[in-house]
């Protein structure tokens, strides 16, 4: 089992700039990829940005040059800095652990996650 727990989410005005993070516990050791997810409402969960155990990292073409995907292995802390943000970025943000075999060669499915945070808004105003 794998706990995560996402914290930093808030308001902000367009351009501004958020950190999510997850904290993860349990039997972490086995999670070889860790994504963050959105879901807009009306809208189905999508996958944003990974990152594997070898620092390889993956984001979805709306989030490009904007959000940056990182983690603290010792602290087993999984960031999303997102910058230059847009109210199309609104939505509940979910913290991903991939199963064990997953290596994340583009941004997972959703039937490739093990486990998932609670979420947290995110709620970007004009």
């Known amino acids: 089992q794998v706990q995560l727990v996402e914290s930093g989410g808030g308001s902000v005005q367009a351009g501004g700039s958020l950190t999510l993070s997850c904290k993860a516990s349990?039997?972490?050791?086995?999670?070889?990829?860790m994504s963050w997810f959105r879901q807009a409402p009306g809208k189905e969960r999508e996958g944003v940005a990974s990152?594997?155990?070898?620092?390889?990292?993956i984001y979805a073409d709306s989030v490009k040059g904007r959000f940056t995907i990182s983690q603290d292995n010792d602290k087993n802390i999984l960031y999303l800095r997102m910058n230059a943000l847009n109210t199309e970025d609104s939505a509940m943000y979910y913290c991903?652990?991939?199963?064990?075999?997953?290596?994340?060669?583009?941004?997972?499915?959703?039937?490739?996650?093990?486990?998932w945070g609670q979420g947290i808004q995110v709620t970007v105003s004009s």
């Open positions: 991903a652990a991939a199963r064990p075999w997953v290596r994340c060669r583009s941004l997972p499915a959703l039937g490739d996650i093990g486990f």
């Open positions: 349990g039997d972490t050791y086995g999670t070889y990829c």
């Open positions: 990152v594997n155990g070898d620092r390889t990292t």
